[in-house]
């Protein structure tokens, strides 16, 4: 599927999200070229992408800041951030301090 998403970033949320089948790929393509250009006339600089993904399950997960407010990645980012130092935690020093050596820590 192909997804193509108006966000504002101003507001931190997305305006619209339309959907095309893989074979339309020419058509959305153009979609997206119409959406920026009656933008650009109306002088607004939301963002404007096209997504391509098996669903919009994967859409959510791979792009979640069009389908969440800022305060909900943020809790997110917490959530992960703990995980990850519980995880780094388990490591003994040699393992932690090759990572950090590799950049990955």
Known sequence: MI??????????????IERF??????????????????????GV?????????ASEEAVRRTHRRYFETLAELTRALARDSRRLARECAKL?????????DEGLA
């Open 92 to 100: 003994d020093k040699t393992q932690e301090q090759k990572l950090a």
């Open 21 to 42: 089948s893989d074979s339309d790929k020419e058509i959305a393509q153009e979609a997206r070229l119409n959406l920026e250009l009656e933008l650009n006339r109306k």
């Open 3 to 16: 997804f193509l998403i108006e966000y504002d970033r101003d507001e931190g949320r997305m305006v619209r």
């Open 45 to 53: 600089e939301n963002e404007v992408v096209l997504l391509d993904a």
